[in-house]
């Protein structure tokens, strides 16, 4: 049976095998099985995001917004050991996260008490013009927080947008022309850019989700051009 990147079926020992490279991938895969406690979706989805995310933008504290277990955070203090810290905001952390976080301790100890988890509404965190703002799925208006968060900081930002709303999402006037869902992530691009931001859009690997669609920016030097 092939394997699916975009199954939801949990991640386990069983799966080690799978993970059996000399590659980082293959070792974070392993230490995910060994936590136990992931859909495989959500490795693959972040893995994606995260080392797209750490070719464009080096150091700065990492707050991952919506972040559920925190995989987000971890990958990208793993692949980037500039940044000192990463903070995960959610409404409720998971029971399992801490296996999670155990288990990358586990294997990088450098990351130990590097993770802070804020159990809060995304919309009162508070950001700064050094962090790396970054969301996996922030359902529908949620991705549209992070990023009036990012922009009101001048923080970087990544975002990679989930369940369009197409009654209440911005589309831009666009919606004559395109897809509902691409309306509505295409209007976030050129807000991200008339707010003084270059803009970065890649699509990660659509056999792992339909909501594939990576949006990136960092705030221009003043008096900069747009392009």
């Not at 797209?52 to 700065?60: A, H, I, S, T, Y």
């Not at 399992?96 to 450098?110: C, D, K, N, Q, T």
């Not at 594939?212 to 960092?218: I, P, V």
């Amino acid at each position: 049976m092939a394997w699916d990147h975009g199954s939801r079926a949990r991640l386990g020992p069983r799966s080690a095998p799978r993970f059996g490279g000399d590659t980082l991938f293959d070792r974070v895969g392993r230490v995910v099985c060994a936590a136990d406690c992931l859909p495989r979706k959500e490795l693959y989805e972040s893995w994606e995001v995260a080392r797209r995310v750490r070719r464009r933008f080096r150091g700065g504290r990492v707050v991952d917004l919506a972040g559920g277990h925190g995989l987000l955070a971890l990958l990208c203090l793993v692949l980037d050991d500039t940044s000192p810290s990463a903070v995960v905001i959610d409404r409720r952390r998971p029971a399992s996260a801490p296996l999670l976080e155990g288990a990358f301790v586990a294997a990088w100890p450098r990351l130990g008490g590097r993770v802070l988890y804020v159990e809060a509404d995304v919309r009162q965190a508070a950001l700064d013009a050094s962090d790396l703002a970054v969301s996996v799925h922030a359902c529908g208006s949620l991705t549209d927080a992070v990023l009036d968060l990012a922009t009101a900081a001048r923080a970087r930002v990544a975002v990679l947008p989930c369940c369009h709303d197409a009654r209440t999402g911005d589309q831009g006037g666009l919606g004559g022309w395109m897809d509902a869902s691409l309306a509505i992530d295409a209007t976030r691009a050129a807000r991200l850019r008339d707010a003084g931001y270059r803009v970065v859009t890649q699509v990660i690997d659509p056999d792992i989700t339909d909501k594939s669609r990576l949006l990136m920016g960092a705030p221009m030097p003043s008096g900069a051009a747009t392009l």
